[in-house]
């Protein structure tokens, strides 16, 4: 686990931005760029996540965790349970909330397995939860973001730059096929 400083730091050495007492990139540029890129792997590979949900007699909704973006299964004693639509037996979300259906007529624990946003914490001490790998992808695209930027910043001023972001790009996308194929075997082919 990482948090901001040290992505942002990973990301400082990538750019070849070492020197404090000159900065070419400032803290709220490359934290910008740090979030675009962690928008990009939620789109590209978003979050596996598992949590708790207490079922009570009678009830059919309850509240999803803040970052949800798509359920992928309910588990209850160990057996998934089916995904339904609206009306039969069986799990599915809508406004915010976790549905079952019908409503459970006594009080246990499901397990809600979901894919989540990735977001960066608003402060440099708070973890980020993201494997090495993870990070690798990240500050990668970060970079390239930040290539984007300066290049886009060159043209408009008439200077030419070195293409850069294209490469970066390019090397996100190995890593994230890398990443997928990884995960792929270790879900059994699910990516």
Not at 85 to 92: A, L, N, Q
Not at 93 to 119: F, N, T
Not at 170 to 191: D, I, N, T
């Amino acid at each position: 686990m990482a948090d901001r400083a040290s992505l942002r730091a990973q990301l400082r050495r990538l750019l070849a931005d070492v020197s404090p007492g000159g900065y070419l990139w400032t803290d709220d540029l490359l934290n910008d760029f740090l979030a675009r890129a962690m928008a990009a792997l939620t789109v590209d590979l978003p979050a596996e996540k598992r949590v708790t949900v207490s079922l009570v007699p009678g009830q059919a909704e309850y509240p999803l965790p803040s970052d949800f973006l798509a359920g992928l299964a309910v588990v209850s004693n160990g057996e998934m349970m089916p995904p339904a639509p609206r009306g039969e037996y069986g799990w599915w979300w809508r406004d915010g909330k976790l549905i079952i259906q019908p409503p459970p007529r006594y009080a246990r624990d499901v397990e809600l397995q979901y894919v989540a946003e990735r977001l960066l914490p608003n402060d440099d001490g708070s973890q980020v939860a993201l494997s090495a790998a993870e990070e690798l992808l990240v500050v990668t695209r970060a970079a390239a973001e930040a290539y984007l930027w300066w290049e886009d910043q060159s043209a408009r001023r008439g200077a030419t730059v070195p293409a850069r972001s294209a490469r970066l790009l390019e090397e996100y996308g190995r890593l994230l096929r890398g990443r997928r194929a990884a995960l792929g075997r270790r879900l059994g082919g699910w990516m």
